[in-house]
């Protein structure tokens, strides 16, 4: 894959000239309004876990109790904000930095967000986690057997990553640090979408970015 010319962006910013300007409204008065927190319920996995059927399930629900949520998804940020990013460790570590930048806005609007990516790197999860606030950063591991997720594979990324046409494929030919300590662990290979649903709402209202579920 070509190499990126995107990741320029790490680290300190390269103008010195810039001020952080803070908004009028504060997060009280936001929470007043919207009825709720925000936070970033960060999904992370092996692809075919289930992370973005789990993170579109939970916001459908969100959206039906009247909360503010939004998907984040792998492949619809990579088709914009990220396309000119590949599957390099450092265009990986790149495309999870810019996603958390994202995160941090979308949370400071007040919105939940929910991000389904692979982001096999503890380190650039920890980075994340760094960047918002105390608290607001809920990693949540959809744990599932390799063997579970072959089977669930539609696109037919596993066979072709074995075959040895896709380099650099996660849990095949490139690596995945599972989290050490994540808020909270969904299988669901051994559990419904629903009740991996209300583990997520559960954790919401324990942290409370919801009043109530």
């Excluded at 962006?9 to 300007?21: C, F």
């Excluded at 919105?111 to 608290?135: C, E, H, K, N, W």
Aim: net charge neutral; glycine share 8%; aromatic share 6%.
């Amino acid at each position: 894959m070509a190499a990126s010319t995107g990741t320029s962006g790490q680290g300190a910013p390269k103008s010195q000239n810039l001020t952080w300007s803070h908004s009028h409204v504060t997060t009280e008065a936001r929470r007043k309004l919207l009825g709720h927190g925000a936070a970033t319920v960060w999904f992370t996995g092996l692809s075919g876990s289930g992370k973005s059927t789990l993170a579109r399930d939970v916001e459908v629900k969100l959206f039906q109790k009247g909360v503010c949520a939004y998907v984040l998804d792998g492949d619809n940020i990579r088709q914009g904000l990220n396309s000119n990013l590949g599957f390099s460790p450092a265009d990986r570590t790149e495309n999870i930095r810019r996603i958390g930048e994202v995160a941090k806005l979308m949370n400071d609007a007040g919105v939940v967000v929910l991000t389904a990516f692979i982001s096999p790197y503890r380190s650039d999860r920890d980075r994340v986690r760094q960047t918002l606030p105390s608290g607001q950063f809920l990693e949540v591991l959809v744990d599932c057997p390799i063997e579970e997720c072959e089977k669930r594979d539609v696109k037919g990324l596993y066979k072709k990553a074995r075959a040895g046409q896709i380099p650099e494929f996660t849990g095949v030919s490139a690596p995945y640090e599972a989290p050490e300590k994540p808020e909270l662990t969904v299988r669901t290979a051994e559990h419904a979408v629903d009740e991996c649903v209300a583990q997520v709402l559960e954790l919401l209202a324990e942290r409370g970015v919801l009043d109530a579920i």
